[in-house]
């Protein structure tokens, strides 16, 4: 009996040691661990084949960098002459202009000016009374224009006297004329006086009377008077005082 119970507990036995082997044939634990490493382990460190390839990489790196650096350089001079050129530009079309209007102002300035034409509207007189007021102001204010206005011009002389008299007219009331006839009449009728209306005086001319401050009044003869339509005209001035009346009362003015 003893012999084939120790078969049958051997056989039992066998198959559980296999099971708690792992190595399965007997091989020790520790010789199987030093057979091949683990994937735990690192790869043992050595010289790679990569590092030529860096240096390569540096090296490029480097040359696009210095490319970069001279193009932007090469790029900096450019603007840097565009602009100094057009600086130039824009100064050389400042003088131009400068000088082109110095030129003017000096042309400008020796160029004579134009008379220029009386800009006021040419009044008519309505009547002898309206004529002698008009030209006691224009006599007061010494306004030469307003005082020429008075008179006949040129194309009233024309149709009123015909073209020969209205020329021998025109030579008698010149300008000259016209300026000594307002002096007198200017220093007849100074500040202070006051119209006081139209007198006939002899020779069919027309008289304007003078009032002075202190209460006397004076007659000035004129001129002649020609009529037209709608209004009237001086024909000729020769102002002078005809008549004086001293003052019947105590001075306004001292």
């Given at each position: 009996?003893?012999?084939?119970?120790?078969?049958?507990?051997?056989?039992?036995?066998?198959?559980?040691?296999?099971?708690?082997?792992?190595?399965?044939?007997?091989?020790?634990?520790?010789?199987?661990?030093t057979?091949?490493?683990?994937?735990?382990?690192?790869?043992?460190?050595?010289?790679?084949?990569?590092?030529?390839a860096d240096?390569?990489?540096t090296?490029?790196?480097?040359?696009?960098?210095?490319?970069?650096?001279l193009?932007?350089?090469?790029?900096?001079?450019?603007?840097?002459?565009?602009?100094?050129?057009?600086?130039?530009?824009?100064?050389?079309?400042?003088?131009?202009?400068?000088?082109?209007?110095?030129?003017?102002?000096?042309?400008?300035?020796?160029?004579p000016?134009?008379?220029?034409?009386?800009?006021?509207?040419?009044?008519?007189?309505?009547?002898?009374?309206?004529?002698?007021?008009?030209?006691?102001?224009?006599?007061?204010?010494?306004?030469?224009?307003?005082?020429?206005?008075?008179?006949?011009?040129?194309?009233?002389?024309?149709?009123?006297?015909?073209?020969?008299?209205?020329?021998?007219?025109?030579?008698?009331?010149?300008?000259?004329?016209?300026?000594?006839?307002?002096?007198?009449l200017?220093?007849a009728?100074?500040?202070?006086?006051?119209?006081?209306?139209?007198?006939?005086?002899?020779?069919?001319?027309?008289?304007?009377?003078?009032?002075?401050?202190?209460?006397?009044?004076f007659?000035?003869?004129v001129?002649?008077?020609?009529?037209?339509?709608?209004?009237?005209?001086?024909?000729?001035?020769?102002?002078?005082?005809?008549?004086?009346?001293?003052?019947?009362?105590t001075?306004?003015?001292?």
């Amino acid at each position: 009996m003893s012999g084939p119970l120790l078969a049958l507990l051997l056989s039992i036995a066998t198959p559980a040691a296999i099971a708690q082997d792992p190595t399965g044939g007997g091989v020790p634990a520790s010789a199987a661990d030093t057979a091949a490493p683990t994937p735990e382990q690192p790869a043992a460190a050595g010289p790679t084949a990569e590092a030529p390839a860096d240096d390569d990489s540096t090296d490029a790196q480097a040359d696009r960098a210095h490319d970069r650096a001279l193009a932007a350089a090469e790029a900096r001079t450019r603007k840097a002459r565009a602009d100094l050129a057009r600086a130039r530009r824009n100064l050389r079309l400042t003088m131009a202009l400068v000088a082109l209007l110095v030129l003017w102002l000096i042309a400008r300035l020796a160029t004579p000016r134009p008379t220029v034409e009386h800009p006021h509207h040419r009044v008519v007189a309505l009547n002898h009374d309206e004529l002698g007021r008009l030209i006691f102001q224009a006599a007061r204010s010494r306004d030469f224009f307003a005082f020429r206005d008075l008179f006949l011009n040129a194309h009233e002389a024309g149709e009123l006297l015909g073209l020969q008299e209205a020329e021998n007219y025109l030579e008698l009331r010149s300008d000259e004329h016209i300026r000594k006839a307002l002096d007198v009449l200017a220093d007849a009728c100074r500040p202070g006086t006051t119209y006081g209306g139209v007198v006939p005086v002899e020779g069919g001319l027309l008289g304007i009377r003078v009032n002075e401050p202190n209460g006397g009044h004076f007659v000035v003869a004129v001129g002649s008077v020609t009529e037209i339509e709608g209004g009237c005209r001086l024909h000729l001035a020769s102002p002078r005082i005809v008549s004086e009346t001293p003052a019947t009362s105590t001075p306004i003015w001292t």
